[in-house]
């Protein structure tokens, strides 16, 4: 004995599968804009842990070129880089903005900031044949190429203690 409630019911579930399905909300990936060396780049925000203007670095004697120095980050020394010295860019300035990786194992210098920007994920070309880049993509009309920091730190780290961990040069 069917009721009118469950026949209501009934249909009602099956019109929900005979709709047409709704199109996937197009994938996207959030960057921070920022230049190095006075060229455009990009980092993605899944990266990063914070961004910070003006941070006080102390500097320390090192062997690595591109440390800055370190600075005191919630509690935690970290290490900041000069990012577009280890890009083999010649040190100008004093980078004044800096971003720490995710995990806080670093942080980076950069001279400018320039925002935000959500770009689709087909709107992101293949890598170019740079070092350090994940890809790249145009945001109001200039193309951005993608930093991978963890290569860049890597590099470096690389670069300190060729011999792997626990052998000093």
Same mark, same amino acid.
């Given at each position: 004995?069917?009721?009118?409630?469950?026949?209501? =019911?009934?249909?009602? /579930?099956?019109?929900?599968?005979? *709709?047409?399905?709704?199109? +996937?909300?197009?994938?996207?990936?959030?960057?921070?804009?920022?230049?190095?060396?006075?060229?455009?780049?990009?980092?993605?925000?899944?990266?990063?842990?914070?961004?910070?203007?003006?941070?006080?670095?102390? *500097?320390?004697?090192?062997?690595?070129?591109?440390? %800055?120095?370190? +600075?005191?980050?919630?509690?935690?020394?970290?290490?900041? &880089?000069? %990012?577009? /010295?280890? /890009?083999?860019?010649?040190?100008?300035? #004093?980078?004044?903005?800096?971003? #720490? =990786?995710?995990?806080?194992?670093?942080?980076?210098? /950069?001279?400018? &900031?320039?925002?935000?920007?959500?770009?689709?994920?087909?709107?992101? *070309?293949? +890598?170019?044949?740079?070092?350090?880049?994940?890809?790249?993509?145009?945001?109001?009309?200039?193309?951005?190429?993608?930093?991978? %920091?963890?290569? #860049? %730190?890597?590099?470096?780290?690389?670069?300190?203690?060729?011999?792997?961990?626990?052998?000093?040069?």
């Amino acid at each position: 004995m069917r009721t009118a409630r469950g026949s209501e =019911l009934r249909d009602a /579930f099956d019109r929900e599968f005979a *709709a047409t399905p709704r199109p +996937a909300e197009p994938s996207h990936r959030d960057f921070l804009c920022i230049r190095v060396g006075g060229e455009p780049s990009a980092i993605p925000l899944d990266d990063i842990a914070s961004l910070h203007a003006d941070l006080r670095v102390v *500097a320390l004697p090192s062997r690595a070129p591109e440390l %800055l120095g370190v +600075a005191a980050i919630r509690a935690a020394i970290v290490p900041i &880089y000069d %990012l577009g /010295f280890a /890009f083999g860019m010649s040190r100008a300035d #004093v980078p004044r903005w800096t971003v #720490v =990786l995710r995990d806080g194992a670093a942080g980076f210098a /950069f001279e400018g &900031y320039d925002g935000h920007a959500r770009i689709p994920d087909r709107a992101i *070309a293949a +890598a170019s044949q740079r070092r350090h880049t994940i890809g790249q993509f145009s945001a109001g009309g200039q193309p951005r190429s993608i930093i991978d %920091l963890g290569t #860049v %730190l890597a590099a470096i780290e690389n670069r300190r203690n060729p011999g792997g961990p626990g052998k000093e040069p």
